[in-house]
């Protein structure tokens, strides 16, 4: 079984940064691809951005540009760096893994989620 946490969450201004943190327990997912995926509240969940082992990155509309994802296969951990956010950032961010090595926008094809972390931008 795969454990993903979420950290890095809080409260941030118009224009701030923000990184998130997603550490993985269980068999390790240095081959497989990984992913966020926010949801604001009373919308349903959208992709944001996901990496495969090998590098290969995806991104949303929204985020290319902006965010950035990273892994450190080590640490069966990937990261969101967030810059120059905006109120229509505010959702509920979640960390997602696949099996298998390719990346995908399709969010069902995520066996293994975290739990969520809120992410706020006031403006």
């Known amino acids: 079984q795969v454990y993903l946490v979420e950290s890095g969450g809080g409260l941030v201004q118009d224009g701030g940064s923000l990184t998130l943190s997603c550490a993985a327990s269980g068999p390790t997912l ?10 604001a509240p009373g919308k349903e969940r959208h992709f944001v951005a996901t990496r ?7 991104y949303s509309e929204s985020a290319e540009g902006r965010f950035t994802i990273s892994r450190d296969n080590a640490k069966n951990t990937i990261y969101l760096q967030m810059n120059n956010l905006k109120p229509e950032d505010t959702a509920d961010y979640y960390c997602a893994a696949k099996i298998g090595m390719a990346a995908t926008m399709d969010r069902y094809a995520y066996e293994y989620w975290g739990q969520g972390v809120r992410v706020t931008v006031s403006s």
């Open 30 to 39: 240095a081959r497989n691809a990984m992913g966020w995926f926010r949801q």
């Open 52 to 58: 495969n082992w090998s590098g290969a990155t995806l």
